[in-house]
């Protein structure tokens, strides 16, 4: 039996603070198409979402996903969460790369994900990049 669309995207969340890429590639379907939508940029598949797993854990390597609300009708699910750690390596986003700053952020996130068969179809998601470098200090409040 197929996983409902909330309990799928709960999986690929959950992934990141269970330290296990491999949970979250196997729910994405080869061709999915992810956008994130601060940095503008298209994640294609599984290969996708371990580049941008990667990305964030070298940046937050102590990071974690807290999934607050996951809300499903038919296909889809919208899943609010918070994004918490310490910058304690380069950071990429939409404002160019910055030297890790030892600073905490927490980030509140909101994805919108087509799910069929068990596995993520397309996705968005947004998030404040601007919230990212204030909280690090890299921008003035």
């Known amino acids: ?4 669309p909330a309990a799928v995207a709960r999986i690929f969340h959950e992934s990141w603070t269970n330290r296990d890429p491999e949970a979250g590639m196997a729910v994405i379907a080869d061709d999915c198409e992810f956008w994130d939508m601060a940095r503008g940029e298209q994640l294609i598949g599984p ?17 974690v996903c807290e999934v607050t609300r996951v809300v499903e009708q038919g296909e889809w699910a919208v899943v609010e969460f918070l994004n918490r750690g310490t910058n304690t390596g380069p950071l990429s986003n939409a404002a160019g790369s910055f030297p890790a700053t030892g600073r905490r952020a927490e980030i509140a996130y909101c994805s919108v994900m087509r799910i069929r068969d068990g596995k993520v179809i397309f996705g968005r998601d947004y ?8 909280q690090l200090a890299l921008v003035p409040d």
């Open 1 to 4: 039996m197929t996983q409902s």
């Open 47 to 63: 290969d996708g979402y371990r580049e941008d797993y990667e990305r964030w854990l070298r940046a937050f390597p102590d990071g």
């Open 127 to 134: 998030y404040d990049s601007g919230a990212i470098l204030r």
